[in-house]
């Protein structure tokens, strides 16, 4: 072992190193941004025929009569109470509950309406987004992580939608009814107006400084516990290599530590959610205290009627809410102004590799490949492939071959146009793979990766990505033809099996068969084939060899081969060094030649037989 859990706690807490966190998405909130704030309404554009101006009568309707209500009270306290006036205190109120019923419709109205509103432009958003995504190319992928995407697409669209369902709108109304209570109250009683506004100020600084306190603190806790997640799953996902290397005591020294940064967290944020409430209380209390001394002060000295300390007594019960509610709306402004801010830098990112204007349908009637003097650098000054140039005849097939890193998923990316050359042409059938559509360039070939990727759903599913419209037989017919039909039809539900957890029940030879028969399917002029490198036993790769001739059989193929024996009939072997090609030939004519690939030949044999 090494170390202790409690020794190595202590080192991660003092080193204070944190991982599955993304520096750049941990911002939680940004300075208030009126040009973000612009591109954010854009989305509201759609609606503004419709839930839009609903959403907003129903919020000026609702409002007003709110305004309206108390000062009714205090007049009826005033007019027909005091003087005991039957006939006007019975109509006064029928008035009042009539307003009752009407704010309540009002506001059944704006709630309907602002969520509707909100859910739509998240729709919107999230469509834009994750479609957004799905084009970009794979060179945004190599420099973001698989977290830090789905973050963006999960979390920062959710911290929008709390924006678009209550706090816009809700602003509004806010807004209206502070400037409404206010007014009127001025217009009521000047003095005594002053005296209750008092407290405003505390009520301002709770809802925004000691709110926002709050909410870091929460937002302190949420991290450690998504750290916690990741934490969890790693350790959970790669226990057979933990317990391998005894590591076991290095995780939960780590484990250790975060438990107790999270429980820290967690205790000073309820700490601060607990001063709040009675805060608020007391402030509002202060104000209504005051509201009654001077209002009775006044009073007295016959400035002021009974009914207006009701009414205002009605109006700063509603007066509060909207003060801290406003306050809550702006720190939620601040935090969707990251959020907004890593969406709109998401959505900036353009693909790298693009159809030109005037890209025409790919036409292979052949299937011949030239590569012309191909260079390719991933980064600058890395080069990973330099002048790389090859031509192959309609119906052959390449190997690749090269030690690891010596470029050979390079040419594959290239071919595909996963990226684009630095310079040179990739040509097939005469035509610039750069002049042709993306995807009519990749409806003419079919890509077997080395470890296949199968998405959720059954086998048969599965297989039939290849071909969206292939019918069962079809699938069928293929599956038979690369040898996959004898092990899918043992399983449980034979084609009908759920693949669960990408695939793992099955072995990585049982999963490469699938992919043979999805890239059959998809019946391809152009078929690559990166093998997998996984040892497996005999009898699937006598399959895999098999289902292998199969594919290959009258198209034009590229192998990137890890096993030699499996492209000894290949037409040409082209074997790769540092980017470059510094053999090309059949098994034989390399072998006589006695370079780099029957050196190759020599150390695999000599592996395989143990010497
Ligand atoms: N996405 C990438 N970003 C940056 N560099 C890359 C990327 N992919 C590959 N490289 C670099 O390009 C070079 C060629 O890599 P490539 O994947 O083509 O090798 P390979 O021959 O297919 O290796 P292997 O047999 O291990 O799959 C290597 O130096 C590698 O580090």
Not at 234 to 244: A, K
Not at 338 to 363: N, Y
């Amino acid at each position: 072992m090494n170390g202790s859990a409690e020794a190595i706690e202590n080192q991660h807490t003092s080193k204070k190193r944190d991982r599955f966190v993304y520096p750049n998405d941990n911002a939680i909130e940004k300075p208030f941004n009126w040009s973000i704030m612009v591109k954010l309404l854009q989305f509201i554009k759609p609606y503004r025929r419709t839930y839009l101006p609903i959403a907003i009568i129903s919020l000026l309707l609702s409002t007003a009569v709110k305004l309206v209500i108390p000062f009714l009270i205090g007049y009826g306290v005033d007019y027909a109470l005091r003087p005991k006036d039957v006939d006007l205190l019975t109509t006064l109120v029928i008035t009042i509950a009539i307003l009752y019923l009407l704010q309540g419709i009002f506001n059944m109205f704006r709630i309907r309406y602002t969520t509707t509103l909100g859910q739509s432009v998240v729709l919107d958003l999230r469509k834009k987004l994750f479609s957004h995504v799905e084009n970009l190319s794979f060179r945004f992928f190599d420099k973001r992580s698989e977290g830090s995407v789905i973050v963006r697409l999960n979390n920062d669209v959710n911290s929008l939608q709390d924006l678009f369902t209550n706090g816009l709108i809700n602003i509004i109304m806010d807004m209206i009814m502070l400037v409404g209570i206010i007014t009127i109250l001025f217009f009521l009683n000047v003095k005594l107006t002053i005296a209750v506004m008092v407290v405003v100020p505390i009520m301002a600084f709770l809802s925004t400084k000691v709110r926002r306190k709050i909410r870091r603190g929460w937002q302190r806790v949420r991290l450690y516990q998504s750290v916690m997640n990741s934490h969890y799953n790693e350790c959970i996902q790669g226990i057979r290599e933990t317990q391998t290397f005894v590591q076991e005591n290095e995780n939960i020294g780590y484990f250790k530590g975060l438990n107790m940064r999270n429980t820290k967290a967690l205790r000073q944020a309820t700490k601060m959610s607990a001063i709040l409430p009675p805060a608020v209380e007391v402030t509002g209390a202060i104000g209504t205290a005051a509201l009654f001394w001077y209002g009775a002060h006044l009073l007295q000295a016959g400035e002021i009627s009974i009914g207006i300390i009701v009414a205002f007594a009605s109006y700063i019960g509603n007066f509060w809410q909207p003060i801290s509610r406003l306050g809550q709306i702006y720190n939620q402004l601040l935090k969707v102004m990251a959020s907004s801010e890593r969406i709109f830098e998401f959505l900036a990112e353009k693909p790298q590799v693009t159809d030109k204007k005037d890209a025409k349908e790919l036409q292979v009637n052949q299937g011949k490949v030239t590569f012309d003097q191909v260079k390719f650098a991933y980064e600058k000054d890395r080069v990973a492939l330099t002048d790389f140039s090859l031509e192959v005849n309609p119906g052959d097939t390449v190997a690749l071959v090269g030690h690891t890193g010596s470029g050979k998923s390079t040419v594959i990316n290239l071919l595909c146009r996963f990226y684009d050359t630095t310079s040179g042409k990739i040509l097939i059938d005469d035509q610039d793979i750069k002049d042709v559509t993306i995807a009519s360039l990749r409806k003419n070939m079919s890509l077997v990766m080395q470890d296949t990727f199968l998405f959720s759903g059954t086998i048969m599913e599965n297989i039939r990505y290849g071909r969206l419209d292939a019918t069962d037989e079809e699938v069928i017919e293929a599956a038979k033809a690369v040898h996959a039909d004898s092990f899918i039809k043992q399983l449980a539900n034979g084609y009908h099996t759920e693949v669960e957890e990408r695939g793992r029940m099955l072995s990585v030879g049982q999963r490469q068969l699938i992919s043979f028969a999805r890239a059959l399917l998809a019946e391809p002029k152009i078929l690559i084939l990166d093998e997998a490198t996984s040892s497996i036993d005999t009898e699937t790769e006598m399959k895999i060899q098999d289902g292998m001739k199969t594919l290959i059989n009258n198209r034009t193929s590229f192998i990137v081969a890890h096993r030699l024996s499996t492209i000894q009939n290949a037409d040409k072997i082209v074997v790769l060094n540092q980017g470059e090609i510094v053999e090309i030939g059949n098994h034989d004519s390399l072998l006589e030649r006695d370079g780099v690939y029957a050196n190759l030949i020599k150390v695999q044999n000599r592996f395989l037989t143990g010497e």
